[in-house]
């Protein structure tokens, strides 16, 4: 099992700890901290060879955007990188048309939920699927054992939860008469849950500004062949490199040391959806 | 030149029936599962196979929404699941994930239209579909008018946009606020429009986020002309009322546009008809201008509660010569009332008297879902309705 991350500040030292990375592509990503040239993915390419990288492209393309996808993409393909995520079903139009080598990697958000559509899109040419994060363990070691694509698992990081074209805080703070600020707190009344809310060029995110913290279950993650675990770097800065150095020996012991367990448990109990099941239909058909 | 189809939104039966009835060419509707609004009626089987033949005698279609994010455990049953209602005779599957796509289109021969959970936005995405036989594309609700030209012009697809009725604050598909805030599967049915809540700041009014309701009864002669095949109708939960209403006005400026007779007036007529009947405001959001702070509402849920409906036309007493009809709010004699028919007949008058089962005199009508009488001079058709057009404002109530 290999431990991939995502970075919210550009920090090289990490490099050599992980055994991939993920970069969001300057202009065609959202939901990072930070973006990457494609001058700087070649860089980093070059002198970390054995890092494998994957550059994030995830926001909604649009016709405009087509062109600016089209070259980045052929830029991308001559680079050595490991894969491309990809929200937008353009890029897989696009590889097809451009005939690019590069891989790709299934990354629609809230809806990479079962492993039929992950055999779709492997046979489709797509090698790599980051599942969802509102589905339970039990559904992902399914998929896990069921999918022929390589599958990644997120187990650290701060949930992204939706996303809006709308300029979402612009408009709020149009309404109160003051000057924008891009990013908020925002707390839902009932569950007392807080949100992080960010705009940019792009439209508005909303983040739980709650840690996941699933390393409780890399282990059964390992056991059951799961190919990359993800962890991300946002709301964790501060222990985020020894988290990382340590997760990487404990899965290089086979994850057999109980005391990487025991000591991570201080970034708190919250697993989301691994032990909890959504539910959907709150009303009784009255014909069934 | 192909005439563009209406496609309307049905909950029920009652509903398919009533919206054929006022003007829809097609409906969608969900089953017992696989839709994405779970906590709807919905349709049986049986029902699904009553629904399609009723429209096909009028030569109309039906839908049916399959475009849940599915689990594991959704595809155990999808597969027969599938075939049943294809025997049934629905027309076409509203789908999301590609590999039901493929499925339906591996095994029957059926349409697949790809649902707007996809938020499809460039026309390479559509070209995607189109090549893996998908033979209509739901388009994202962020596009602008010049973008779903170059869509059509490009791709040359068949290509729905929706044109009335409730809109989602982010992209379709990309939300999972319900899921966290409520444990309610938004991509699966549970959507608990979180949307629509309001949140605490550090500022000294809440953060709301929800977006009014689209209306581009304005704009449906530019969607025809720049070659969209169907208009939808959002609501497969909105009242009989709201549906004919809605449905009748949108056939008639459809109608209107192909036979040159859309005049100014009558839009604004069927525009003030439009206003009245929703329970939010409205806008037009991408169509014209990327979608801004006048789309949008700064204090919560607002819906109004609309009580112009006074009442669904259920027989004619001959005898008498009287309507009778199921009440559904208060109006008394003296109110100027019109009465709208699925054959788009429309009656203006006065209640001179209302009448109760028995003929016995009443002066109002003052009790949802009883049966009552007011004069008439013939007999209307199935699923007439009755609207207020305005309260008699003296008398005391």
Known sequence: ?288 | MKKIELLAPAGDLERLKIDLLYGADAVYIGGENYGLRANAPNFTLDEIKEGCLFAHKLKKKVYLTLNIVFHNEDMKDVFSYIEKVVEAGIDAFIVSDPFIISFIKDNFKVEVHLSTQNSTSNYKSVEYFKNEGVDRVVLARELSKIEIKEIIDKTKMDIEVFIHGAMCTCYSGRCSLSNYVTNRDANRGGCAQVCRFAFKTDEEKDFTFATKDLNMAKYIKDLIEIGVSSLKIEGRMRSIYYLATVIGCYREIIDSYYSNDLTDRKLTRLQQILDRVANRATAEHYFMKEADATDQYYSGRVELSNQDYLGLIIGYDKKNKCLILRERNYFEVGDEIEIFTPEHKNYKLVVKNIYDENMNKLLVARHPEEILKIEFCEELPKYSMIRLIKKNENKSR
């Not at chain 1, 930070?34 to 550059?55: A, D, G, H, Q, W």
């Not at chain 1, 492997?122 to 969802?132: C, T």
């Not at chain 1, 705009?199 to 190919?227: H, M, P, Q």
Request: glycine share 4%; with cysteine; charged share 30%.
């Open chain 1, 1 to 288: 099992m290999k431990l991939l991350v995502e970075l919210s500040e550009k920090n090289e030292d990490i490099y050599k700890e992980v055994d991939g990375v993920i970069v969001a592509l300057k202009g065609l990503a959202i939901e990072s901290d930070v973006y990457y040239t494609i001058k700087e993915i070649e860089n980093i390419v070059s002198k970390y060879p054995k890092l494998e990288v994957f550059v994030k492209i995830n926001k909604n393309i649009f016709n405009k955007d087509l062109e600016i996808l089209k070259e980045a993409l052929i830029k991308l393909d001559k680079l050595n990188i490991k894969g491309i995520l990809f929200y937008d079903i353009a890029i897989l139009q696009l590889k097809k048309d451009l005939k690019l080598n590069v891989e790709l990697v299934w990354n629609q958000t809230h809806m990479v939920n079962n492993y039929e559509t992950c055999n779709y899109y492997y046979e489709h040419g797509v090698k790599y699927a980051i599942l969802g994060k509102e589905i339970t363990l039990d559904e992902i070691i399914e998929i896990v054992k069921n999918a022929k694509t390589q599958t990644i698992v997120e187990v650290v990081g701060i949930p992204s939860v939706a996303f809006s074209k709308r300029k979402l805080l612009s408009n709020y703070y149009s309404d109160l008469h003051k000057s924008a600020k891009n990013k908020i707190v925002i707390e839902e009344k009932i569950t007392k849950d807080h949100y992080e809310v960010i705009e940019d060029d792009n439209g508005t995110s909303f983040y739980l500004d709650k840690v996941v913290n699933a390393t409780g279950i890399i282990r059964t993650l390992y056991l059951n062949e799961t190919e990359y675990i993800l962890m991300r770097e946002k709301g964790l800065e501060k222990v985020f490199y020894e988290l990382v150095v340590d997760t990487k020996k404990y899965i290089d012991n086979k994850c057999e040391d109980n005391t990487y367990v025991d000591k991570y448990k201080m970034l708190g109990e919250f697993t989301n959806f691994f032990f909890k099941k959504t539910i959907y239909r709150v009303k009784k058909n009255e014909k069934n």
